[in-house]
T-cell receptor
Framework: EAGVAQSPRYKIIEKRQSVAFWCNPI?????LYWYQQILGQGPKLLIQ????????DSQLPKDRFSAERLKGVDSTLKIQPAKLEDSAVYLC???????????FGQGTRLTVV | EDQVTQSPEALRLQEGESSSLNCSYT??????LFWYRQDPGKGPEFLFT???AGEEKEKERLKATLTKKESFLHITAPKPEDSATYLC????????????FGSGTQLTVLP
């Protein structure tokens, strides 16, 4: 079974630029998560989709971050404009839904300079 | 407010020296506690799910247990390849059933 796919693996941008990350979840998984993980910390939930609807985006900085999930499958996370403090690993995860475990992709390491 | 606290932050063990990692939580309506392993530069890898107090799960040298307030990850006779950061996460009740992570325990097993 193919896992969660993310791209790119690494990205370096200057502050105030924009960036987008892509995620393809495990086939059939209804729930998709985007997490931000700062070095030395645990993952922090940014946004959670159930199919193509948002069920939680309470910790998403909506003035600069946006996310969408097209047709309940792939998802993109965008940052515009980026700040230095956005430097982190952005993890995508998916689960079957309900109370099932989540499976993670390899993540995208973003460095904002 | 929901909280997940892991201790210790870091742990160094000699190969074969057994120990335990702790995950304490305060969450309204627990709907699952999850343990993950994370290697440097990789995403978290799922290990165990525990749903009710008293439940135990085992996998090779790892054993996870759950009480009403905390979970333990017991590592028996660890090997250097067990070195990683171990994360716990809780899923709470409600329509979204968010998955909230602790900050992890960085385990180093020395040969």
């Amino acid at each position: 079974e193919a896992g969660v796919a993310q791209s790119p693996r690494y990205k370096i941008i200057e502050k105030r630029q924009s960036v987008a990350f892509w995620c393809n979840p495990i086939s059939g998984h209804a729930t998709l998560y985007w997490y931000q993980q700062i070095l030395g910390q645990g993952p922090k939930l940014l946004i959670q989709f159930q199919n193509n609807g948002v069920v939680d985006d309470s910790q998403l900085p909506k003035d600069r971050f946006s996310a969408e999930r097209l047709k309940g499958v792939d998802s993109t996370l965008k940052i515009q404009p980026a700040k230095l403090e956005d430097s982190a690993v952005y993890l995508c995860a998916s689960s079957e839904g309900g109370i099932a475990e989540a499976f993670f992709g390899q993540g995208t390491r973003l460095t904002v300079v | 407010e929901d909280q997940v606290t892991q201790s210790p932050e870091a742990l160094r063990l000699q190969e074969g020296e057994s120990s335990s990692l702790n995950c304490s939580y305060t969450v309204s309506g627990l709907r699952g506690l999850f343990w993950y392993r994370q290697d440097p530069g990789k995403g978290p890898e799922f290990l165990f799910t525990l749903y009710s107090a008293g439940e135990e799960k085992e996998k090779e040298r790892l054993k996870a247990t759950l009480t009403k307030k905390e979970s333990f990850l017991h590592i028996t006779a660890p090997k250097p390849e067990d070195s990683a950061t171990y994360l716990c996460a809780v899923r709470k009740s409600g329509s979204a059933r968010q998955l909230t992570f602790g900050s992890g325990t960085q385990l180093t097993v020395l040969p």
